[in-house]
Nanobody, 123 residues
């Protein structure tokens, strides 16, 4: 599975930004994969942000983004999105999309990763 993330950029605090992730490859569609977003600040571990089940019926969010971020997916297009509202400077990070087999916050359960897209939130 190959993942291509896009949509990052510079935005002022309290504004919104949407990230997209496109999955491709011959294994896409052969199993009910979970899609997730993680983020990483230089010098820190990669942090779970949000994940969504294959059918979209279950999701999980980092506490600090609940109510501000929404993850969604379109299986017909093999894409996932992360709608981010009311952004804060502490949301600044490189955001990565990932694919795994179960909906979890465990890093090791995600086997495929995109290249990352930088989100910078200015105060």
């Amino acid at each position: 599975v190959q993942l291509q993330a896009s949509g990052g950029g510079l935005v002022q605090a309290r504004n919104s930004l949407s990230l997209s992730c496109a999955a491709s490859g011959r294994t896409v569609g052969t199993y009910a994969y979970v899609m997730a977003w993680w983020r990483q600040v230089p010098g820190k571990d990669r942090e779970f942000v949000a994940a969504i089940s294959y059918d979209g019926g279950d999701s999980d969010y980092l506490d600090s983004v609940k109510g501000r971020f929404t993850i969604s997916r379109d299986n017909a297009k093999n894409t996932a999105s992360l709608q981010m509202r009311n952004l804060k400077p502490e949301d600044t990070a490189v955001y990565y999309c990932a694919v795994g087999g179960i909906l979890t916050r465990y890093f090791s359960e995600y086997h495929y990763w995109g290249q990352g897209t930088l989100v910078t939130v200015s105060s």
